[in-house]
Structures are given as C-alpha cells and as structure tokens.
C-alpha cells in the first residue's frame, strides 16, 4: 500500500499545505533587503511619495508575476517550476539554461548573496576578523543544507519558524517606530522641499533596488509535486504570500520615514537599525540586528530548500547528472542536489562581495522570470487544450505589464553594471556545450535501453 504523503511519480513526499506555500514565499522573500534598499532608494528618489510608489510597483510586479506563474503551476503541477513551463514553452534547451543557470549562479548566487549579508550582520554582535566572518558564511550554508537533507518534512517545519519570528519581529519593529515616531514627519517627506524634477533612470536603478528585495517570490514553485493540492494551493500561497510581503514592505518604509528625514536615511545604509536608535535607543538596536540575522537564515533557508527540486527534474529527465535525481530513501529528498549546491553557494561567499553577487543574481534571474511569465501567452496559443484550474485575470496586460519591467530591469541591469552582465551572459552560454554534451548521452541511453525510457 502506498503512503498517503508519497507520490510514486517523483519518490517526492507530499507534505506542502497551503500555509507552507506562503510561508516558503514569505520566509525566503525577506531577508536583508527591507532592512538595506531604503538607503539605496533614498539616494535616487528624494520624496517619500515617489519612494512609495516604487515598492508599491515593485509589489505590484511580484504579484503579476506570482499569478502568472500560478496558472503555469496549476496546469504543470511538476518539481521544477519555471524549469518546466520554460520547457514546455520554448523547449528543452531554454528550460536547460534555466536549470544550469540556476545551480551555477542565481539559486546559488542568491544563497551566497545571503551568506555574506549574514557575516556582515553578525560581525556587529560578535567581532569577527575577515577569516571568521567567512567561516561563519560557510558554516551557516552548510549547517542549513544538513537540515534540509533530512527532508522536506525538516525543511518546512525550519521555514515556518523562521517566517513566524521575522513577520513577527517586523511587526513588532515597525509598532515601536509608529509608537515613537511622529506622522508630521511623513507629510513633511512626502513632497521634496527642493525643486528637483523626476528622472526615469533614478527611478529604474530604485526599481531594481526594490526588486532585489523581492527576489525569491518565484522559488516555492520548485516544490510543486510536494504539495498535497499543488492545483489549489501552489497558486494561492504564491498570491498570498506575496500580497503580505508588500504590505509588510510599505508599512515598514512608512515607518522609517516616521523617525528619519529622507537625507538621514540616504546617509546611513543600516536603515532600520538608525530608525530603532533613534526612536528607541542603542539596546532596541541590537533586536534589529538579530531581527536581520533571523530574516537572512530564513531567506537562506529558503533557497537551499527548494532549487535543488530543480535539478532534480532535469536529471529525471536525463539531462543531468544522473545522481542528482537519487532520492534517499528515509527523507525522500535529492541528496546530492542539495549537497552539491550548499557546496557550490558556500565557496561563491569567497568568491565576490555583497554587491558583485547581487548584481549577476538580478540580472540573469529577470532574464528568465520574463521568459516564464510569457510562457502564459505563449502556451495559450500553443497549446489551448491544457487543462487550467487557475487563470491569470486581465489576460494579458498583467502579463504585458510585467514582460515590460522584465526588459526594463535587464536593461538597466547592463547599462549600470556591463561587465558584471557580461559575465553572467558568460556563465549561461557555457550550459550550451553542457547541454549539447547531457543530450547526447541520453541519446545513446535511449537507444541502448528503449524500455527503460518507455518507463521513465
């Protein structure tokens, strides 16, 4: 008799609910940004009118992008996610590039990203020499991919602790700045003093600001086929959770602005540490920096959870190492996909700074997200006879709208930062030869072992 909470299909336990799905998008979502972008958005836009606006558009994109990616997930309720609605759009070379692009530099990229962010953080709790604070990095990626290979089961109970503390930390963080903060002081920032004009690059480089602190809404559909109602829930938490994270985002900027002056906030980068100093003085402060701690090893936690699940599937599929696809029998879960990445992330924490990995993560990452999303007109043309439980309303202009901002944040991404652009260019073409060289082995494998591949 088969488990319940199994599935025969992918050897992948279903164990994901509703509240799991929002909680993987929430908890991964928040990490150092909220915390760190204000600075970077205050240097470029000088009213908090205009600083609104570009979160309240950064929320809107991500949820565009999370219904979009909710129709494509009811419909391919498969471990992958945008690996496999790229696949299904464009074909097997793209949904490759995607995969190989991830391992090497975005899902990865992203996990160092948080790792050094987490060293920089704790270095103001604990004095750390340059050696240590990599140690600490290296230490806190593994640590958390030894967590996840007991299972998915492991995984998620981490993730909803992490998620409970930080929403509940920001909630108790953005109070104590309502509570001493002064509303004049927000309608006093909302219109500039000055008579500077509005500039749409200002306004694209805060956008992209924005977005990094966004980026990961897209990652719970890697763990579709663990969902125990992937066609009802997986489009839900995706619309939930990131409905939730842009109210917490623009609440907690309103009360940033209710303690501090626009150019207080554009002169310091711990934002919401200064905003807590000086509302509450220095102990509150060190509750931030806990707070951030919590929220960069949940975010972390996160991303080690769920990419792996995208590799999987392209080793299921042959166009992998094939032991990426092995399942340990006692926590169902990719062994040595999530070994191989926490291995890869931790050693890219030695490789660049905060600002070299954030720059290749954003710009490859939007390539892709584009892509997905018009996957939804693509395959509505192509193929009209899926079965969609759910459907993106406003068909097509949220999809449009969203496409737009993806060309827009690639561009800006390479005209503010070439070279970093060309490198990541670099990395993804060099999946070409790999995929050429993946293919060719599964052509072989399939002429020696037709059955198999029958099966399969």
């Known amino acids: 008799m088969t488990l319940p909470s199994s599935t025969e299909k992918t050897g992948l336990l279903q164990e994901l609910a509703l509240w799991d799905g929002v909680s993987v998008v929430v908890g991964t979502v928040i990490g150092s940004g909220i915390f760190l972008v204000p600075n970077s958005i205050a240097k470029q836009l000088p009213a908090f009118f205009e600083v609104a606006f570009v979160w309240i558009i950064g929320g809107l994109l991500t949820v565009f992008g999370a219904l979009a990616l909710g129709e494509l997930g009811a419909a391919f309720p498969e471990a992958g996610g945008l690996y496999v609605y ?97 509303a004049h002081q927000v309608a006093i920032s909302f219109w500039p003093a000055s008579n500077e004009k509005f500039h749409l690059a200002s306004f694209g480089i805060a956008l992209i600001a924005v977005l990094w602190a966004y980026e990961g809404w897209h990652v719970v559909s890697f763990t579709a086929s663990e969902f125990k109602r992937p066609q009802h829930d997986l489009p839900r938490g995706l619309f939930f959770g990131t409905l939730i994270i842009g109210g917490i985002y623009l609440v907690a900027n309103v009360g940033y602005y209710c303690v501090l002056t626009p150019g207080q906030i554009e002169r310091t980068q711990r934002v919401a540490a200064t905003a807590v100093t000086d509302s509450a003085g220095e102990t509150a402060a060190l509750f931030i920096t806990g707070l951030i701690i919590v929220s960069i090893v949940g975010a972390m936690n996160g991303m080690i959870l769920t990419g792996p699940r995208v590799y999987y599937a392209m080793a299921k599929e042959g166009l992998f190492f094939r032991s990426f696809a092995s399942i340990q029998p006692g926590s169902h879960a990719p062994i040595l996909a999530i070994l191989i990445q926490g291995i890869w992330a931790a050693c890219l924490t030695l490789l660049g700074t905060f600002q070299e990995l954030f720059t290749y993560v954003i710009f490859t990452a939007w390539m892709f997200y584009s892509l997905a999303v018009a996957a939804v007109i693509v395959l509505r043309i192509r193929r009209p006879g899926i079965a969609r439980p759910f459907e993106v309303p406003l068909y097509p202009w949220l999809i449009v709208l969203f496409i737009f901002a993806g060309v827009v944040v690639t561009v800006s991404a390479v005209i503010s930062s070439p070279l970093h652009a060309l490198y990541g260019i670099g990395l993804i073409l060099i999946g070409l030869p790999v995929y050429g060289m993946f293919l060719a082995r599964k052509r072989v494998t399939d002429r020696e072992h037709p059955q198999e591949n029958v099966l399969s």
Do not use: D, P
Not at 102 to 115: F, M, R, V, Y
Not at 136 to 145: G, K, M, Q, Y
């Open 86 to 182: 790229l696949r299904e759009a464009y074909g097997k070379l793209v949904g490759f590039l995607y995969g190989w692009g991830l391992l090497t530099l975005i899902q990865s990229g992203s996990i160092a990203t948080l790792g050094v962010a987490f060293r920089i953080y704790l270095a103001q709790i604990v004095r750390l020499t340059t050696l240590q604070g990599k140690v600490a990095s290296v230490f806190c990626i593994l640590f958390l991919t030894a967590v996840n290979l007991l299972g998915v089961r492991t995984g998620k109970h981490v993730q909803n602790l992490f998620t409970l503390a930080k929403v509940g930390g920001l909630v108790f963080m953005t109070g104590l700045l309502f509570v001493f903060g002064h």
